[in-house]
């Protein structure tokens, strides 16, 4: 046998042995319970103010005619896409979410519908990066022509740094409440025998938005952001003697 084909005979199995660390781990795990199970739900739970907000805008046109109803909408929705880049929204934070066209009927008891025009509609969802201020967005919005406005749905840009610190919360939850248990029944916390985690969840919070009356020129809309609760649950299992 070759020095090369013996050298790379070795670091092949080398490769596929597990660490010493690792193989303890797994006869950690396989260790047979030798005491009491104690199976735990936890949740570690978070509050951040919420940085991005989600509206969708759009307008509805009505005409005697599709090509009207759909010429007049493209013309005001463009005035719109226009307010929204001249407000420093960035084109990826705009995004169609519909467009529709469909006939208008009226109807009388008795008599087959009447074809009276044609209702078109398009709708964009807006990601507003600066929420103290998409309220006046918006503002301008309907001035340029936008009538169908709906949201606010406010959430969290990243919240991977948050549900780490809920993980972090919920499996400190978790020890001390199997150690409260221990307690109370004459016994100790002897190992966690496994965690699993049962996901993320952000609860939203009730955002306020707020229009003027049509009289109250001087009036604005305001968005209040709150705040938000990020919330991670865990399953734990821990064996007491």
């Known amino acids: 046998m070759s020095n090369k084909f013996l050298v790379a005979l070795l670091i092949g199995v080398a490769a596929f042995a597990p660490s010493a660390a690792y193989a303890q781990d797994v006869a950690q795990l396989a260790r047979p319970l030798a005491g009491t ?10 509050s951040r103010v919420p940085d991005l907000a989600i509206i969708s805008a759009g307008v509805v046109t009505r005409s005697a005619t599709a090509t009207g109803a759909i010429a007049e909408n493209a013309a005001r ?3 719109v896409r226009a307010a929204l880049r001249r407000a420093g929204i960035e084109e990826r934070d705009i995004q169609t979410s519909s467009i529709s066209l469909n006939p208008d009927y009226r109807y009388q008891e008795g ?28 503002d301008a919005l309907v ?20 549900y780490d610190e809920a993980r972090t919360k919920a499996l400190a ?9 221990a307690r109370s029944l004459n016994m100790r916390v002897v190992r966690l025998i496994s965690v699993s985690e ?30 938000q609760d990020l919330e991670v649950s865990l399953s734990m299992s821990f064996e007491l003697q």
């Open 198 to 227: 049962g996901g993320g969840y952000s609860r939203p919070p009730m955002p306020m938005y707020a229009r003027a009356e049509a009289g109250m020129a001087d009036a604005k809309t305001t968005i209040d952001p709150g705040s």
């Open 143 to 162: 001035a340029q022509g936008a009538n169908q406005i709906n949201g606010p749905s406010l959430t969290i840009d990243k919240p991977e740094a948050a």
């Open 77 to 79: 929705m463009e005035r």
């Open 173 to 181: 939850v978790g020890r001390a409440r199997a150690e409260l248990y």
């Open 37 to 46: 199970r104690l199976d735990i739900s936890a949740t570690g739970t978070v």
């Open 111 to 138: 008599q087959p519908p009447v074809l009276t025009g044609y209702q078109a509609s398009n709708t964009v969802s807006v990601k507003f990066r600066d929420i103290r201020n998409s309220g006046k967005i918006l």
